[in-house]
């Protein structure tokens, strides 16, 4: 917990001076890398980096719940303000991760009223956001808001459609399939990104509208067009699989620490997948930084109970 607090000012300082940038260039450059030849001051790098280390070693520690509630709320806080760069799904996908957490861990119940509250947050929130990154006036009118939501929503089901269509030309056309750039993580959009990786996103996108492309706009991907990908026998292994996978992972979850840990990275990909890359962003990298907290946590935990266990017998002999 100490990690993640002395973490958030620095974060938070850092956040506010890539706002002000994407502002100044437009939302669609978060997607072409221009926050990458921003210059932060020393104090704010690496901040992002401690507070997700300190906000992974507060769960696994399972916390009581009134220390979490405070602790993820601050959490999501700085997720909010991460999203204001253009992208819902950083601060959506971690709310229901949160939420997750909150229901699976205490074994909370999450009430009919509350979803459906979670439910209008939702479509609020993003159409606020989408008012914010294309500078319009936003409106309340409830009704317009549900369409557009649902309509932009919609896009996602383009994809596999779209996939279909230019089956000629991008089905199996890389050097490896989709389905697996998710294990190395995805490239700002360029004609380097292109040639150099092999994503879905990427690849239909510029297939669609090269100008846009290079712009930073995009359709997204579909982890069900990365499936078709491989041909329509490993569609259906797969989602077999995945169903298998996801009842044993909820089965277990919170009866093994490590694949507690492992929730941060996977259920927030599990909520994002139809509109994202079966394995999220960047599995290897993510799954290296959990198991080396992992062992980290327990290498100290080990050690201090060798200590208390030492104490303890020294009482014992005087």
Do not use: H
């Amino acid at each position: 917990m100490f990690l993640f607090i002395i973490s958030l000012p620095a974060l938070a300082y850092k956040m506010l001076l890539q706002l002000k940038v994407i502002l100044s260039a437009g939302y669609e450059a978060y997607y072409t890398g221009i926050l990458k030849s921003v210059e932060y001051p020393v104090f704010t790098k690496g901040s992002g980096t401690i507070m997700t280390i300190g906000f992974l070693i507060f769960l696994i520690s399972i916390p009581k719940k009134k220390k979490f509630l405070f602790v993820s709320a601050l959490y999501l806080m700085v997720k909010l303000l991460d999203s204001f760069k253009g992208a819902r799904a950083i601060f959506l996908t971690q709310l229901l991760f949160v939420m997750w957490y909150y229901a699976k861990v205490y074994g909370i119940k999450i009430k009919p009223k509350t979803m459906v509250k979670l439910t209008a947050f939702t479509v609020i929130f993003s159409q606020f956001l989408v008012s914010f990154r294309s500078k319009k006036i936003f409106s309340f009118d409830l009704i317009n808001s549900i369409c557009n939501f649902l309509f932009s929503q919609g896009v996602s089901y383009l994809v596999l459609g779209y996939t279909v269509n230019f089956k000629g030309k991008i089905v199996g056309a890389g050097p490896y399939p989709y389905i697996l750039q998710g294990l190395f993580g995805f490239k700002p959009q360029s004609m380097d990104t292109l040639y150099m990786t092999n994503s879905l996103a990427d690849r239909l996108t510029y297939e669609l509208d090269p100008t846009a492309y290079l712009k930073g706009e995009g359709i997204g991907s579909n982890y069900i067009a990365e499936m078709y990908d491989l041909g329509y026998i490993w569609l259906i292994i797969i989602s077999i699989l995945l169903g298998i996978a996801i009842i044993k992972y909820e089965k277990y979850v919170v009866k093994n620490r490590f694949l507690l840990l492992t929730s941060y990275y996977f259920i927030p990909n599990l909520f994002y997948i139809p509109r994202g890359s079966f394995f999220g962003d960047g599995l290897i990298k993510n799954m290296a930084l959990l198991v080396a907290v992992y062992a980290i946590v327990t290498s100290i935990d080990y050690m201090y109970k060798q200590i208390e266990k030492k104490r303890e017998l020294e009482r014992i002999k005087v």
